[in-house]
């Protein structure tokens, strides 16, 4: 079924990716411990970057690494680095800059590096990359001493416009790298995770479907924390894959309200990412509660590890993807993604457009073309 299609192989491919990531970044344990800790005892500042999907998995992960290695990392795009280099680092700044990269030839990828090299104090990388024969793998054979490469299975090298299996698996990648020190731990963690995945994909992907043949030309998705990552993930998803016939937006539950609720229309599908902090949710169910109460739309989807205790006939599609309680959430999080990559799957398929390569204008391309990076 669809199994013609790129994107369908990628996007269920991923819980198999998760478990070869696993096993590339535990065999590594020692080159990495190593590598972080050195820059790490330096004070190093930690700046996770990429451009697009790469940028979101540093804005999703900067939430939910406090205590492991990667304490205060922060997101800065490769795209703001091009052009505020200037103001980000000066000759006082030492940053280990984690940079990730489905291809590792686009631009701003390479540039970013560059930059920081020649605007920082002191530079070093970690490059988080899934194609060996990318121009970021060849940077980091020609700087061994300050560039950590971890390059994933080459199944994750997407051969599909939308990343999917890419993002997820550079996302735990960078998870796994964080809490090295526990990595032999945490083998069962990413293997509940990989199983749950595995069950939810095979259980919602015709509901999701369902939901994709509804009449609608704009998304929103919902989270809070780092789900609202996850969120802007998935809204590039969606859009993407339709080649912007659906526009989405994304943000924070409590933040919607401040002016954005004002794209809700009939033709909006809602997407809640619902948190499984209980103290979270009840800002998140007020929101759902309000959304229902003052609006006719396309649809309502809810996205959570357990369910949820609000009233029958809340959601259209309720997910539950089951991942357990004890997998912390710096893993368990990139989980929400599938629902938005199966609705931009099955959306390009009812607009009559290949999910592999949906840019009947030729907006956009699998690696970003037409940046010039100027010295």
Same mark, same amino acid.
């Given at each position: ?18 478990l ?6 535990s065999?590594m ?23 697009? +999907?790469?940028?979101?998995?540093g ?11 990667l ?25 280990l ?18 930059? *920081? ?38 199944e994750t ?48 992907s015709?509901?999701?479907g ?9 998304? *929103? ?8 990552? *996850? ?48 103290? +979270? ?13 003052n609006?006719?739309?396309?649809g ?67 690696? *970003? ?7």
């Amino acid at each position: 079924m669809f199994v013609e299609y790129n994107t369908w192989k990628e996007i269920h491919q991923q819980p198999r990716m998760w478990l070869k990531t696993y096993d590339i970044v535990s065999g590594m344990k020692d080159e990495i411990a190593t590598f972080i800790n050195r820059y790490v005892r330096e004070g190093y500042e930690i700046v996770l970057t990429g451009a697009g +999907t790469s940028a979101y998995i540093g804005n999703a992960l900067q939430w939910v690494l406090a205590g492991t290695l990667l304490d205060k990392a922060k997101a800065i795009a490769t795209t703001d680095i091009i052009t505020e280099a200037s103001s980000l680092f000066n000759a006082e700044s030492k940053v280990l800059l984690v940079s990730f990269a489905r291809s590792g030839n686009s631009p701003e990828s390479v540039g970013a590096i560059n930059l *920081v090299n020649r605007t920082a104090g002191k530079a070093a990388h970690v490059f988080i990359t899934c194609n060996e024969k990318g121009k970021m793998t060849a940077m980091a054979d020609s700087d061994p001493d300050n560039t950590l490469l971890v390059l994933l299975p080459p199944e994750t090298n997407d051969l599909s416009l939308a990343m999917t299996s890419s993002y997820s698996s550079m996302f735990l990648a960078c998870a796994m790298i964080a809490n090295i020190d526990r990595i032999a731990e945490h083998k069962a963690q990413i293997e509940a995770l990989s199983q749950a995945v595995e069950a939810a994909l095979q259980k919602y992907s015709e509901p999701v479907g369902a939901i994709a043949d509804r009449e609608f030309t704009r998304a *929103v998705f919902l989270g809070s924390g780092e789900l609202m990552g *996850v969120a802007e993930e998935s809204r590039l998803k969606l859009q993407e894959l339709t080649d912007g016939t659906v526009m989405c937006t994304f943000d924070s539950f409590l933040g919607f309200r401040h002016g954005p609720k004002a794209v809700v229309s009939p033709d909006s599908l809602i997407v809640y990412l619902l948190s499984e902090n209980p103290a +979270t949710r009840r800002y998140e169910y007020d929101l759902i509660r309000q959304i229902k109460a003052n609006n006719n739309v396309a649809g309502y989807v809810a996205v959570s590890q357990s369910g949820t205790s609000m009233e029958p006939g809340t959601f259209d599609l309720n997910v539950t993807i089951g991942v357990p309680e004890w997998v912390e959430r710096c893993y368990k999080s990139v989980s929400y993604v599938i629902v938005a990559q199966l609705l931009g799957f099955y959306k390009a398929l009812s607009l009559k457009r290949s999910p592999d390569n949906p840019s009947v204008s030729g907006n956009i391309s699998r690696v *970003v073309e037409g940046v010039t990076i100027y010295e």
